[in-house]
């Protein structure tokens, strides 16, 4: 099989996780090709040779959940040496099947994320919720997405990767900036509709790594429900909630649950998305009885101070902490910012996890590096001739190399035995 370069696929486990096309327009981008190179190579490993020869696919075909992007995302991750399922909508295709679905045509961004990512030092790309027509302006920014270059109207959809995703494709414009400079009345409310069920499902997938629904999970969901009325003979209330004909036609998998529909439902069963597509529908206690509820002992319904930022400052002192200091942890750089690691991993989740692996890999090469020094001393003290008359015993050595290198005990009592026994 051919090898690509492991580009890593960016926002990985996080909500804000990038999607499939935007991952192959970056792949290209690196590998100075064009997008139809990438899909034909794919292709041509996966011998789909009608698809191989097929002139263009837009990113919507790349996102929809069926058996074509099923293997492109299953190829490519063996080429690339990475999982790549969290890109492409596969995880519903299980549960939902081949439904139509609410994605919009091309790509759309939101600047004041592409403007973050450059000022972040992170590839700028394209999040797979932006794909979904229900989410219908940034859920970070409260802004409006863009669709095309303000400057000369390039949808970026060709299949040229000339820059990276924050400059347009065909006249290098700086696609993180706007011409209408932002203004209170160009900012939503935070309380706007803004597919509020489509971001937690997101953040549920986070949870379990966006692991694959149940085969038909929604249609068991409402079967289930179904059930339960049929049981109590009050299925004529479940026709009156669901509709009668198109229920059944659903329950009897005659016809697909699409997105849109699957939305539909768990709003009005008042579960989630989440719990609806994973076929858990009926096990949620979604019938709260208003009689039921209690009256809140005093205390209880205190408000919480909240603490307003200011985001771009924030951001701003965060960066810098990280100019002047080398792999810190997040949560070092949550104290020092006056930030909090949960903030930094709510606003800036690729940021936070970046910060993390770096942290985590310098962790892992200083530990090495202990290992290396404490074996070389170990080996000296029993082959060098420095050390000839000295007692060539375990203890004799552990405490020469405790004292020429003074490193944790563990370490070097390990490197003392590897030693000891070379030689014996
Ligand atoms: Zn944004
Ligand atoms: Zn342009």
């Not at 009885?289 to 930022?309: H, Q, W």
């Amino acid at each position: 099989m051919k090898k690509l370069f492991p580009v890593p696929l960016l926002g990985k486990d996080t909500p804000e996780v990038e999607s499939l096309p935007s991952y192959i327009a970056r792949l290209a981008y690196h590998h100075k090709v064009s997008v139809g190179d990438i899909l034909r190579l794919a292709f041509l490993e996966i011998k789909d040779m009608a698809k191989v020869k097929k002139n263009h696919f837009g990113p919507e075909a790349i996102m929809q959940p069926n058996n074509t992007t099923m293997s492109l995302v299953n190829i490519l991750s063996l080429m690339t040496n990475q999982p790549l399922e969290q890109s492409a909508l596969v995880w519903m295709y299980r549960s939902l099947g081949r439904s139509s679905l609410e994605l919009i045509k091309g790509y759309r961004w939101c600047p004041e994320c592409f403007s973050e990512m450059n000022k972040m030092g992170i590839d700028p790309f394209i999040k797979s919720k932006w794909h979904l027509s229900g989410i219908k302006h940034c859920p970070i920014h409260k802004t409006n997405f863009i669709d095309k270059c303000e400057s000369c109207g390039c949808k970026q959809v060709g299949y040229n990767r000339k820059y990276k995703f924050s400059l347009c494709q065909d006249c290098k414009a700086d696609l993180s900036e706007r011409n209408e400079p932002l203004n209170p009345s160009t900012i939503h409310c935070s309380w706007e509709e803004n597919g509020f069920d489509l971001i937690k499902l997101y953040s549920d997938l986070v949870e379990v790594r966006f692991s694959s629904f149940p085969e038909y999970g929604a249609v068991q969901s409402l079967k289930d429900v179904f059930d339960y009325y049929w049981k109590n003979d009050e299925e004529y209330k479940f026709y009156q909630i669901f509709g009668r004909d198109e229920s059944l036609g659903l329950i009897h998998k005659q016809q697909p649950i699409s997105l849109l529909t699957a939305r539909r439902m768990a709003l009005k069963l008042g579960v989630s998305l989440y719990s609806f597509m994973n076929g858990e529908a009926a096990k949620v206690p979604f019938i709260i009885d208003p009689k039921f509820m209690c009256v809140l002992p005093e205390g209880y319904t205190a408000s919480i101070k909240r603490r307003n930022y200011d985001h771009e400052e924030k951001l701003k002192v965060i960066l810098c902490y990280l100019e002047g200091h080398e792999f810190p942890s997040l949560k070092k750089v949550a104290e020092c910012t006056g930030t909090s690691s949960g903030y930094i991993r709510h606003r800036y989740p690729v940021l936070a996890h970046k910060i993390s692996d770096e942290f985590m890999e310098h962790q892992q090469k200083l530990r090495l590096r202990k290992i290396h020094l404490a074996q070389k001393a170990a080996l000296e003290y029993f082959f060098d001739q420095k050390y000839a008359d000295h007692s060539k015993s375990k203890r004799q050595a552990y405490k020469e190399v405790k004292r020429e290198t003074g490193l944790a005990k563990g370490v070097i009592e390990q490197a003392v035995k590897r030693a000891y026994d070379a030689t014996h």
